[in-house]
Nanobody, 121 residues
Framework: QVQLVESGGGLVQAGGSLRLSCAAS????????MGWFRQAPGKEREFVAT????????YYADSVKGRFTISRDNAKNTVYLQMNSLKPEDTAVYSC??????????????WGQGTQVIVSS
């Protein structure tokens, strides 16, 4: 069993930045890929970014490419999402998950509870 806890969400003005963290505990292994997903009110959960267990390979949704950066520190069992140039449409609950290096939600086995990000215009 793996427990994932997100932090770092909050209220920010458009154009601002936030850094989300996701700490893993339990039966952790650095050989999991980690992903960030988000769910806006009234919408389905969508893929944001993923980082391979090697910490080198990454993949982003087109909507965040060039603005968000995913990274991980395997020694700390933590994955990060640096979000810059935030837009009101980035408002959502952001969740991290562990699983395969893919954008498919079904390929992630463990999920955190999420952290709220609100971007005001």
């Amino acid at each position: 069993q793996v427990q994932l806890v997100e932090s770092g969400g909050g209220l920010v003005q458009a154009g601002g930045s936030l850094r989300l963290s996701c700490a893993a505990s339990g039966r952790t292994s650095s050989r999991y890929s980690m992903g960030w997903f988000r769910q806006a009110p009234g919408k389905e959960r969508e893929f944001v970014a993923t980082v391979h267990w090697n910490g080198v390979s990454t993949y982003y949704a087109d909507s965040v490419k060039g603005r968000f950066t995913i990274s991980r520190d395997n020694a700390k069992n933590t994955v990060y999402l640096q979000m810059n140039s935030l837009k009101p449409e980035d408002t959502a609950v952001y969740s991290c998950a562990s699983g395969s290096f893919t954008m498919a939600l079904i390929s992630y086995d463990y999920w955190g509870q999420g952290t709220q990000v609100i971007v005001s215009s």
